[in-house]
């Protein structure tokens, strides 16, 4: 008896080790889970940062997770926050090999690139951001941020936005194990939804309607553009956290994602 394999791409400046919790809970339940650390980040951090990464490498770094995972069963991809970005891109290029995807409080763009999105629903770490950088992105060829600041007015306005219903201590912990840089790169056309392959899958949106850094009003306009582009609609679940409050606590994530699972003899 295969069991169904969980692929989780993490979002920007964060890695796989911010999956720990959901994998350790799909583990306990019986299920295999795999975190993708991304090109350049967590373990794969390199001298030269993030410059020249793009969007085909997070492409064939998680496609080739789920080629292997594959010939053990099926395969669900989740993705969180910018990840969804990377989820939607290896669905276009190898629906064959998925079973569903999953977005969880994650860009799933669909009618344009996600620079069309930009203004749609401004989130309270948008305000944060510019405050946070340590170099000009387009001369670094990256972004490169302080998310280690003891700066308390930054350290408020992340914890508004990333973890409100946590504690500075649980904020604290969530950003020490976060990275500093993030490819500027994205590949606008390769990262929207592709009707005729894309549109195969079953796909699930897990809303997180206390988030405010992917604020609940651009999630809602995904979803919107999918379910009018495709034949089949979103399937919501509506989990009232913040951004990162799934990874901290993630039993109700794993009771969505356990209820996808398809075991195959």
């Not at 295969?2 to 964060?14: C, E, Q, R």
């Not at 290029?93 to 629903?121: F, N, Q």
């Amino acid at each position: 008896m295969s069991t169904t394999t969980y692929v989780l791409v993490h979002g920007a400046f964060a890695n796989a080790s911010h999956w720990g919790p959901v994998g350790r809970a799909l583990a306990l339940r019986g299920h295999r889970a795999v975190a993708v650390d991304l090109p350049g980040h967590g373990l794969d951090a390199r001298p030269t940062g993030m410059v020249g990464i793009a969007t085909a490498d997070d492409v064939a770094a998680v496609v080739d997770v789920v080629r292997a995972a594959h010939e053990h069963g099926p395969v669900v991809l989740v993705g969180h926050s910018r990840g969804g970005m990377t989820v939607t891109a290896v669905a276009n290029a190898v629906p064959e090999l998925l079973d569903h995807v999953v977005y969880a409080s994650a860009w799933c763009c669909v009618d344009a690139g996600p620079s069309a999105y930009a203004a749609v629903a401004p989130s309270a770490l948008d305000a944060v951001a510019p405050t946070l950088l340590l170099a000009d992105p387009l001369e670094a060829g990256e972004l490169h941020v302080d998310l280690h600041t003891e700066d308390p007015a930054a350290l408020d306005a992340l914890q508004d936005a990333l973890l409100a219903d946590g504690t500075r201590a649980e904020l604290r912990a969530v950003l020490a194990a976060m990275d500093v840089r993030e490819a500027l790169a994205i590949d606008e056309e390769a990262v929207r939804v592709d009707p005729q392959r894309w549109g195969a899958l079953p796909h699930t949106y897990v809303r997180l309607s206390r988030d405010r850094a992917l604020m609940p009003a651009l999630q809602d306009r995904f979803v919107a553009e999918a379910d009018v582009a495709l034949a089949t609609p979103f399937t919501v679940v509506d989990v009232p956290t913040s951004h990162v409050g799934i990874q901290l606590w993630p039993e109700r994530l794993v009771e969505v994602l356990t209820g996808l699972a398809r075991p195959v003899s």
